[in-house]
């Protein structure tokens, strides 16, 4: 499920019309490991930002005890963004 944008890939891009929504999962393992290592994380969705995506991110945690929660909470975000765009 994984997509590259540019140098970076990410967990899982979810695209609607006119948004791009890079969505990370993150295990504290890896990703809270060390401050160089956040300090990273933090570089690349601001990376993500300026090309343009939205960045959603949720825990290994969240996503293994209820991916379906996680699925309709990223549904609900497109349909938001979706909805001030029309709005605007």
Do not use: N, P
């Not at 690349?44 to 996503?63: D, P, Y």
């Not at 005890?65 to 979706?82: G, H, N, P, S, T």
């Amino acid at each position: 499920m994984q997509a590259r944008i540019g140098r970076y890939r990410v967990d899982v891009l979810a695209v609607d019309d006119k948004t791009q929504l890079a969505i990370e999962v993150d295990g504290l393992a890896f990703h809270r490991a060390t401050q160089l290592q956040m300090a990273a994380d933090y570089r690349r969705e601001r990376r993500l930002v300026e090309a343009g995506l939205v960045v959603v991110r949720f825990t290994a945690a969240e996503v293994f005890a209820d991916a379906a929660a996680c699925w309709r909470e990223v549904f609900a975000i497109l349909r938001q963004l979706a909805a001030r765009r029309r709005s605007a």
